[in-house]
């Protein structure tokens, strides 16, 4: 199987190959709105000593993941291997291939990277362990903004064994980026993903019925929300549903970290946040088992939240 990279880097590309043609693009009847932006958060004032900056920011962090589930914030055929190359999303089941290669690593609760480039392992493992503080804060502030206390979701998801999957996906430049897609309209398994990008635009939101693209913004993470904690809320946080297309203008590069619960944890909705008038909307299921069915899943059909919901 050919990467999309060696693919361009072959000098006889002229037109993309029929097997990358989407058909679903001309489909999409979902608008597009280049209006709206997505919500940004100060890291440094949900860390504050300051009381009523921190307590501000735990506000803007749940309207955040209430209304949108994404804001920035500053500052093998197996799908557990350890450590994982591939192009498209899942070659075996993918009708249409899209135009994205990849290399993925568990680096929690067991650090897995390559040896090769030299370097490459100390800087992801040094990446891995602050993004895991990151996420640690803004767990934090997202039990406190649910009325929770603040290490509710931390100790409940076993974060501290939790799983951490890096995800480098690489978006070679296309000459006919309508015709293809870069990852199709997909949410994330796990509790937050942190995304770091380049300065080549490609990734679109679903708020509201429209895609909002999403301009890179420097010194910024993307955040977004993903299955787990729509379901650990029961659904008052909403895991968001995004897509990447490709360009022509050169490579886009975007290094996803998603952050999950620990695998072994069976996951449902949260006793404190169910109620008579608001009763369980999801079946409890173990990490696992859900990234087992969200991979042998055609991506782009729907969620894979609606085989568990009740
Ligand atoms: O490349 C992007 O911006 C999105 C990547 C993504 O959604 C993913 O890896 O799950
Ligand atoms: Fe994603």
Sequence with gaps: MFSVKELVESNCLRSVPLNYICLENSKDSTLYSENENVPIIDLSQLTSFNSDERSNTIQQ???ACRDWGFFMEYSSPNLFDQIKYGTSFNVMIDKTLFWRDYLKCYVHP?????FKPLGFRETLEEYSTKGREVVE?????I???LGLEENYIYKRMKVNLGSQLLVINCYPPCPNPELVMGLPAHTDHGLLTLLMQNDLPGLHIQHNGKWIPVHPLPNSFLVNTGDHMEILTNGKYKSVVHRAVANSQGTRVSVG???GPCLDTVVGPAPELVGDDNPAAYRAIKYRDYMQLQQNHQLHINSCLDRIRT
């Design 61 to 63: 962090l749940g309207d």
């Design 110 to 114: 067991h650090f897995n990277a390559p």
């Design 137 to 141: 804060e803004l767990l934090k502030g």
């Design 143 to 145: 039990s406190l903004s």
């Design 257 to 259: 970290a998603a952050h």
